[in-house]
């Protein structure tokens, strides 16, 4: 399985970037799909992410600027970033939940991550 993340970038303050990320491999199921940041010094940290079925969780300090979509049926999970600040400056990385056959537990999976720089 591998994660292919795309969309990072530099930014000013109040500018939008979009994240993407596809999922490619071996696939029985992806229970959950999204994002999550480390700035410099600083933990990895979730910033959202959506299951299968649609339910979403999202970081407080993003709420209301980031979006995070998927498409099931293409293995792909979105991050538009609107209004971002300098603190969203991070290293993105996409995760996901899949299960690679119906016998299997299902695994954590990582990509390398995008860098998103944001300038004031």
């Known amino acids: 399985v591998q994660l292919q993340a795309s969309g990072g970038g530099l930014v000013q303050a109040g500018g939008s970037l979009r994240l993407s990320c596809s999922a490619s491999?071996?696939?029985?199921?992806?229970?959950?799909m999204g994002w999550y940041r480390q700035a410099p010094g600083k933990e990895r940290e979730l910033v959202a992410t959506?299951?299968?079925?649609?339910?979403?969780n999202i970081a407080d300090s993003v709420k209301g600027r980031f979006t995070i979509s998927r498409d099931n049926a293409k293995k792909t999970v979105s991050l538009q970033m609107n209004s971002l600040k300098p603190e969203d400056t991070a290293v993105y990385y996409c995760?996901?939940?899949?299960?690679?056959?119906?016998?299997?537990?299902?695994?954590?999976?990582w990509g390398k991550g995008t860098q998103v720089t944001v300038s004031s």
């Open positions: 959506q299951s299968s079925g649609g339910s979403t």
């Open positions: 995760n996901a939940v899949i299960r690679t056959s119906v016998v299997n537990s299902a695994g954590i999976y």
């Open positions: 491999g071996t696939i029985f199921s992806i229970e959950f």
